[in-house]
C-alpha cells in the first residue's frame, strides 16, 4: 500500500487493517500522515496545529493504541506530490479524489470508504488592500464545479474584488442558446456532436434549458471581451488593438451583447465575427491541403493557433501553438501575406487560452499567458503582477508551489 487518503473519521478505521496485523510484542507500527490544508477548520492555531487534522489523528491513536501510531505531518501541496512520485507510504488527509486522479480501478492509491463527505464553499475571498483579481475567462466546459467557479467569480466581483474577461467557451455558450434570426429553428452555434459533446460537461451541471442555465447566460453577456486597464491589459486570447477597437464600438455602452450584435458575431466575414474569433480564440492559419494536426483532445485540425506575439515569425512553423508531438507535422512554409501577428508593444498583456506547459514564465516581456493546462494534468497558475512594465518568471504563481 501506497496511499490511503481519508476523507472522513470512519473511513480510516475501517481501512486500518489494510496496513497489517502487529504483533502484541512489537512495537506500534509508525504510519505518516500529510496534510497540506493550514487553514480552518483543519488548521486553527499554527502554533500548536490545533484544528480537525490534529483531532482526527489524535482520536485514531486513541482507537489504534498498541498497533499503531500515526505521526501528523502539515507539508506544502508540492511536497505532497513529491513524497508520492518517490514511492513513499503514508496517508493524506481530506484528499478531494478529483486531484487525485479520481477513485477507480486504474487509480495507484488505495482508498477509505467515503463515508464522510463535504464540501469547500468560498463565503468571501478579499485580496489585500490594493490589489483585485483578474479572471482570463473560460470558466465552464471543464471540471466537475463550474457553477461554484462562476458563483465564487461573481460573489468576488460583485463585491469589487474582482474582474473577469470572456473566453472562447462563455462566447460559444451564448451562442449555443441564442436563435439564430435567419432560421428561428437553429441556434448561432450550430448543436453538431462535436459541439454538444465540448459543451456536455456544464449542460449537465446548470442543468439545460432551466431558469438558471439562461440567466447564467445573460451574465456571460455581460462579460468584458478584453480590458484595458492603463498599465496591463487582459484579453482571453490575442489583444489585437483593431479588433478591441471593433467590439468597443459595437457593444452598447453598458457593455450587454445585444441580440443584433450576436447576430452580426457569429456571421462569418462580419467585422464583428472577426474580432470576437481573434479576441477569444486568438490568431490561426489555416495549413495548406495535405497538412494537420492532432489537438489535445485528439481531434484532427487544420486552423493552426499562432503565436501571435513571436518576434522573429518567418515560417508558419515558427509561429504554431500544437502540443510537442505535432511540431513535425507543421510545416516550415512561409507566413501568408496578410498574416498579422507581430510583437506586442505598450503596457503588458496577460492572456489564457493556449494549453501551455513547462515552467511558467513570458512568452515576451510584454507578453504572459496563465493556461498551463489545468484543465488537464497542468497546475492552475497565476501572475502577482506588482507594477513592474516587464514581466518575469518570478510573478508567476501555481498551485503546487
Not at 486531484?99 to 478579499?126: A, C
Not at 475567462?137 to 471543464?142: A, C, E, F, N, T
Request: aromatic share 10%.
Amino acid at each position: 500500500m501506497r496511499l490511503l487518503p481519508i476523507r472522513g473519521l470512519l473511513s480510516l478505521i475501517f481501512a486500518a487493517g489494510q496496513f497489517g496485523m502487529c504483533a502484541q510484542a512489537e512495537a506500534p507500527r509508525v504510519i505518516q500522515a500529510w496534510s497540506f490544508y493550514s487553514t480552518p477548520p483543519f488548521v486553527v492555531d499554527e502554533r500548536s496545529n490545533a484544528g480537525l487534522c490534529k483531532d482526527l489523528i489524535d482520536q485514531l491513536n486513541r482507537r489504534l493504541a498498541g498497533e499503531y501510531e500515526i505521526q501528523l505531518n502539515m507539508v506544502p501541496r508540492a511536497r505532497v506530490n513529491r513524497l508520492l512520485e518517490s514511492g513513499a507510504t503514508g496517508v493524506v488527509l481530506f484528499a478531494p479524489s478529483m486531484t487525485f486522479g479520481g477513485i477507480s480501478g486504474s487509480s495507484p492509491y488505495s482508498w477509505s470508504i467515503p463515508l464522510m463527505r463535504d464540501r469547500q464553499t468560498v463565503i468571501s475571498l478579499k485580496p489585500p488592500q490594493g490589489r483585485q483579481a483578474v479572471f482570463i475567462g473560460d470558466l465552464i466546459d471543464r471540471g466537475p464545479e463550474q457553477i461554484k467557479v462562476i458563483e465564487t467569480v461573481r460573489a468576488m466581483i460583485d463585491a469589487g474584488n474582482a474582474r473577469a474577461v470572456m473566453g472562447n467557451h462563455e462566447f460559444n455558450a451564448i451562442g449555443y442558446v441564442t436563435p439564430n434570426f435567419d432560421d428561428p429553428h437553429k441556434f448561432l452555434r450550430p448543436h453538431t456532436p462535436s459541439k454538444v459533446a465540448q459543451h456536455r460537461e456544464f449542460l449537465d451541471q446548470v442543468g439545460e434549458g432551466s431558469e438558471r442555465h439562461r440567466e447564467l447566460v445573460t451574465w456571460f453577456r455581460s462579460l468584458p471581451v478584453a480590458l484595458d486597464l492603463g498599465s496591463i491589459r487582459v484579453v482571453h486570447a490575442w489583444w489585437h488593438q483593431d479588433y478591441v477597437d471593433e467590439i468597443a464600438g459595437s457593444v452598447g455602452s453598458d457593455g450587454f451583447m445585444s441580440d443584433d450584435f450576436l447576430q452580426r458575431a457569429f456571421c462569418k466575414g462580419t467585422a464583428e465575427c472577426k474580432a470576437m474569433e481573434g479576441l477569444t480564440k486568438g490568431l490561426e492559419v489555416k495549413l495548406s491541403d495535405g497538412h494537420s494536426y492532432f489537438d489535445h483532445q485528439g481531434e484532427a485540425r487544420r486552423d493552426l493557433r499562432c503565436r501571435w506575439w513571436h518576434e522573429s515569425q518567418r515560417t508558419i512553423r515558427d509561429v504554431a501553438i500544437v502540443p510537442r508531438h505535432a511540431t513535425a507535422s507543421i510545416p516550415a512554409s512561409p507566413l501568408p501575406e496578410d498574416y498579422l501577428g507581430s510583437p506586442a508593444t505598450g503596457s503588458p498583456i496577460f492572456i489564457g487560452h493556449y494549453w501551455m506547459d513547462g515552467i511558467p514564465a513570458p512568452h515576451l516581456p510584454r507578453v504572459a499567458c496563465v493556461d498551463y493546462s489545468a484543465a488537464g494534468s497542468g497546475p492552475l497558475v497565476a501572475y502577482r503582477w506588482t507594477g513592474e512594465s516587464t514581466l518575469s518568471r518570478a510573478g508567476f504563481i501555481t498551485s503546487t508551489d
